[in-house]
């Protein structure tokens, strides 16, 4: 396989200029809408929860969303699915906050977030076998490098290309090849798809196309998975860099009104919830109370403690009148009390 910069290709086709064209138009879009919301941690909060579970693959979307705040609690609660999306979320944060502080994206950056996702079999591959099957016939599509030292040599090739910001091409071209890159290398035993969508965002942020990370491919890609096989093959075997791309670019256009909407659809859920909650509990209202009710999926009472300055006397006394009001659903987990943001839930689980 071939080491970045791509240099014999050209990356400024009238069919990718014009992708290019929609896609940034789009992407900046997303980024202005976003950054109009003032609490920037609930939706942040949101669009990952609804992203790892497209990139999970999970089957059971509504039943894992109604047990993603159990997993979230210490109860202790155990469901591989909703532990899934709960890694998988907590690995994007963390991703977040490594690139926030640090400035650049690192291969350990890459095995921590993988290590984040797939616990049980975390790290670069040491043994040799892996290889990329097509699960209908069982033919072999790709053979990934396999030696340590040469997966490690690859990625460190990778690494530079991703931190290079002044060789004049696009970050979201330069996002796409990055993608194909990465997943040619296949560095991991598992998981090496979901690592390669999360970087697609942290690249996104670290190269200020989107303040935070709020931007997935993996609904795209689940709905057109024969095509984005085909094109990872078709590049690779018959340098077809520009469908590949296009492609890419096709995703972040889609993705971004997607999101927008969303967006759009949580806003419009606060401000009814808001109305009605002012309305209801007048005297229990406050802005820092509504914050903690969509902060997460659900809340509990040393949370409204915290975030609100109130004793947990006070903070049970709120949480009650709100699931009085219609406005919370209270259920025990374990010994935890939660109050559920039901429909915040069911926003989420439709989206
Ligand atoms: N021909 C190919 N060339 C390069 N990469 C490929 C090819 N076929 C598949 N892949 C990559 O391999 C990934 C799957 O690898 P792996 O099973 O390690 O990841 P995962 O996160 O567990 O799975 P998934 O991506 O299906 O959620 C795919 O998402 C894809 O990006
Ligand atoms: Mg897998």
Request: proline letters at 3%; aromatic letters at 10%.
């Amino acid at each position: 396989m071939k080491l970045l910069p791509f240099n014999e290709y050209d990356y400024k086709t009238p069919r990718i200029m014009e992708a290019l064209n929609e896609a940034s138009r789009s992407l900046a879009e997303l980024k202005g809408f976003a950054s109009s919301i003032p609490n920037q941690h609930i939706l942040i909060n949101a669009i990952t929860i609804n992203e790892a579970i497209d990139s999970s693959a999970i089957e059971n979307i509504v039943t894992t969303h109604d047990s993603i705040y159990k997993v979230l609690t210490e109860s202790g609660y155990k469901e591989d699915a909703a532990k899934e999306v709960v890694d998988y979320r907590g690995a994007i944060w963390h991703g977040y906050e490594v690139i926030n502080k640090k400035g650049f994206i690192s291969t350990n950056v890459l095995v921590d977030l993988q290590s984040m996702i797939e616990p049980n079999k975390p790290g670069i591959r040491k043994t040799a076998g892996t290889q990329l099957v097509n699960s209908k016939t069982g033919e072999v599509i790709y053979t990934p490098p396999q030696e340590e030292k040469e997966i490690r040599d690859y990625l460190k090739n990778l690494e530079d290309y991703i931190n290079t910001k002044d060789d004049g091409i696009d970050p979201l071209i330069k996002m796409a090849l990055i993608h194909y890159q990465f997943e040619s290398i296949h560095p991991f035993y598992d998981g090496n798809g979901r690592t390669g969508r999360i970087l697609n965002v942290l690249y996104l942020v670290l190269n200020n196309l989107l303040d935070s990370p709020i931007l997935y491919l993996s609904n795209y890609i689940n709905d057109t998975k024969d095509e984005y096989y085909r094109l990872l093959s078709d590049l690779r075997n018959n340098n077809n860099y520009e469908d590949w791309i296009i492609y890419i670019l096709k995703g972040v256009d889609i993705t971004s009104k997607h999101t927008i909407e969303l967006i759009k659809k949580i806003q419009s859920l606060i401000d009814s919830y808001k109305e009605e909650f002012m309305t209801k509990l007048p005297k229990v209202y406050s802005d820092e109370l509504l914050d903690s009710v969509f902060y997460e999926v659900y809340t509990k009472i040393n949370y409204i403690e915290d975030r609100c300055g109130v004793t947990r006397q006070t903070a049970a006394t709120y949480l009650n009148s709100l699931v009085e009001a219609g406005l919370l659903e209270y259920e025990k987990v374990g010994r935890e009390s939660i109050y559920k943001n039901t429909r915040l839930i069911e926003l989420l689980s439709k989206f």
